[in-house]
Antibody, heavy 119, light 110 residues
């Protein structure tokens, strides 16, 4: 059973919206902070956002603040990334990432989902 | 939120040791012992190799070690093996409660 499975990617026009989902399994989802990390084609990793275990705290990279919104539904073991006003530079593989309990590192990664912003 | 600075590439022969540096500021690398390192093979998700500057997760070879001095952290790989060829990224906690990655280093085993 794959612990983190992303979905919702695809090709979208500039200025449009998209919502990514990540279903978690094999661990107590509601106990862990979760992140989104992205990687543009041929480029390095870029941290995008974090949400606390209960959703009460959220922090974002400056590059996405005001356009991307992280959220979670602990009853559905699901993490979301709402992406609005998409730009070409948002084209990337988006990873759903779990932070180890009480720690500051990424211990489990999803397989990633590609989002392509293009007209 | 500037990316941490890593060399674009390093190389070494099998059996040799190499070090990859990761330079930040007092607001990230220098201010906290929360530096982690990730290995990424082409087309794969990253894998945790070092956390909290110098701790190795269970299952990671003891050929991998980490350290920090001031605003610069380092990952050292000893006894290089062909399978170590990959991209390596450092990451740090920041004063704004965010996270930041380095630009990545491509390791070539000659």
């Amino acid at each position: 059973q794959v612990p983190l499975v992303e979905s919702g990617g695809g090709v979208v026009q500039p200025g449009r919206s998209l919502r990514l989902s990540c279903v978690a399994s094999g661990f107590t989802f509601r106990s862990y902070a979760m992140h989104w990390v992205r990687q543009a084609p041929g480029k390095g990793l870029e941290w995008v956002a974090i949400i606390s275990y209960d959703g009460s705290n959220k922090y974002y990279a400056d590059s996405v603040k005001g356009r991307l919104t992280i959220s979670r539904d602990n009853s559905k073991n699901t993490l979301y990334l709402e992406m609005n006003s998409l730009r070409a530079e948002d084209t990337a593989v988006y990873y759903c990432v779990k932070e180890d309990y009480g720690q500051i590192y990424f211990d489990q990664w999803g397989q990633g989902i590609l989002v392509t912003v293009s007209s | 939120q500037s990316a941490l600075t890593q060399p674009a590439s390093v190389s070494g022969s099998p059996g040799q040791s190499i070090a990859i540096s990761c330079t930040g500021t007092s607001s990230d690398v220098g201010g906290y012992n929360y530096v982690s390192w990730y290995q990424q093979h082409p087309g794969k998700a990253p894998k945790l190799m070092i956390y909290d500057v110098s701790h190795r997760p269970s299952g990671v070879s003891d050929r991998f070690s980490g350290s920090k001095s001031g605003n610069t952290a380092s990952l050292t790989i000893s006894g290089l093996q062909a399978e170590d060829e990959a991209d390596y990224y450092c990451s740090s906690y920041t004063s704004g409660s965010t996270r930041v990655f380095g630009g990545g280093t491509k390791l070539t085993v000659l």
